[in-house]
């Protein structure tokens, strides 16, 4: 079936430092891919997603490429902000409504200034 | 409201009691989902429904877990003599597009979180 595996945490970065959480799927078809984020106390919100191979997401300073050859989605940022500091979930949902989204088990993102 | 908007926030129970979790979607959604979030994992999916229907329970952990949204709006999630492996936050989702379109954004309420003592 279909799934998702992501870095486990915590990553513990300097503000302005480069991030990288890396994500990988397992799935049949073409699926739409996401990032969301959980700040402390808030709801999941979508960051950024890719409906198709080669597409890249992008919000707040993040990006991530879907790549179908190496099924991965990695969610990259050049510099880090202490708001930054959250959980960050990668996902994959089949292309249609009705479908629902499978997600990693998360990781957990601290920013230090 | 704007937002997808859960309640309650919180909710603690004596195993063996029911309890009821609610959810109202942003105002016209047709598609609106339950996920169960166990501390430290991802959300999994519970249940779905377009409008009123439900069309797959597959993620439902046993027969104790019950959904209705019997309206087509709000939605309420049941659970039966709680045990304490149903401690988890519950997240609802709703998103514009139903089965055979192609508008999939979903957004996600707060959350209950549910402790069974």
């Known amino acids: 079936g279909n799934s998702v595996t992501q870095m486990e945490g915590p990553v513990t970065l300097s503000e302005e430092a480069f991030l990288t959480i890396n994500c990988t799927y397992t799935a049949t078809g073409y699926p739409s891919l996401f990032w969301y984020v959980q700040y402390p106390g808030e709801g999941l919100q979508l960051l950024l997603k890719a409906t198709k191979a080669d597409d890249k997401g992008s919000n707040k300073g993040f990006e991530a490429t879907y790549r179908k050859e190496t099924t991965s989605f990695h969610l990259e940022k050049g510099s880090v902000q202490v708001s930054d500091s959250a959980v960050y979930f990668c996902?994959?949902?089949?292309?249609?409504?009705?479908?629902?989204?499978?997600f990693g088990k998360g990781t957990t993102l601290s920013v230090s200034s | 409201g704007a937002g997808v908007s859960q309640s309650p926030r919180y909710k603690v129970a004596k195993r063996g009691q029911d309890v009821a979790l609610r959810c109202d979607p942003i105002?016209?959604?047709?598609?609106l989902f339950w996920y169960q979030q166990a501390l430290g994992q991802g959300p999994e999916f519970l249940t779905y429904?377009?409008?009123?229907?439900?069309?797959?329970k597959s993620g439902l952990p046993s027969d104790r877990f019950f959904a209705e949204r019997p309206e087509g709006s709000v939605s309420t999630l049941k659970i039966q003599r709680t045990q304490q492996e149903d401690s988890a936050v519950y997240l609802c989702?709703?998103?514009?597009?139903?089965?055979?379109?192609?508008?999939?954004?979903?957004?996600f309420g707060q959350g209950t979180r549910l402790t069974v003592v």
């Open positions: 429904f377009q409008n009123e229907a439900q069309l797959d």
């Open positions: 989702a709703s998103s514009l597009g139903g089965v055979g379109e192609t508008n999939t954004e979903a957004f």
């Open positions: 996902a994959l949902k089949g292309r249609q409504a009705g479908t629902a989204l499978i």
């Open positions: 105002s016209g959604h047709v598609s």
